[in-house]
């Protein structure tokens, strides 16, 4: 399956993806070796900016068509827990936000989509097959959201 990578240095398809283990809630983690099945990685800059706000919101309109092929969304930013907790009740988000807060980007650098330059991740997607291998990847220009449909017919081409 081709990529769509367009800036930064982010892992490609074929590469196993980095584990990691992130807050979605004070006290709650969330490891990605536990997560069973396909996985749909959205790396957002920021929770509160427009762009960002559509983009999950879009995600949020397609979460059902993502579960019925047995895929889980999973977003990513390095905003805190309180803040991804206050914004997913918000955006009424029924998927995991995690913080990527400390270190500062630490999952973001290893899936090779940390800015350094802004203190933000670029906006990038990643669908993980069931082993957790990258099947797919997308970086977006940061301004403009990658829309749902390249992640859901990669996901569509793991079954």
């Not at 074929?14 to 990605?32: D, I, K, M, N, Y």
């Not at 990643?126 to 990847?137: G, I, P, Q, Y």
Request: net charge negative.
């Amino acid at each position: 399956m081709s990529t769509n990578t367009t800036v930064s240095n982010a892992l490609l398809p074929g590469t196993r993806a980095p584990e990691f283990s992130l807050l979605a809630a004070p006290g709650q983690q969330v490891t990605l070796s536990e997560l069973e099945g396909p996985v749909v990685l959205i790396f957002y800059p920021a929770d509160w900016s427009p762009v960002c706000s559509d983009e999950l919101s879009m995600f949020e309109s397609a979460n059902t068509l993502f579960n019925d092929r047995g895929a889980q969304l999973v977003g990513i930013a390095v905003d805190s827990v309180w803040s991804h907790a206050a914004f997913k009740a918000d955006r009424r988000l029924n998927f995991p936000l995690l913080a990527d807060f400390h270190p500062k980007g630490e999952v973001a650098r290893s899936y090779g989509v940390y800015r350094d330059q802004d203190g933000v991740t670029e906006r990038a997607l990643f669908v993980l097959n069931a082993e957790h291998d990258v099947a797919w990847s997308h970086v977006s220009p940061i301004g403009i959201s990658p829309g749902v449909d390249g992640a859901l017919r990669a996901v569509e081409a793991l079954s």
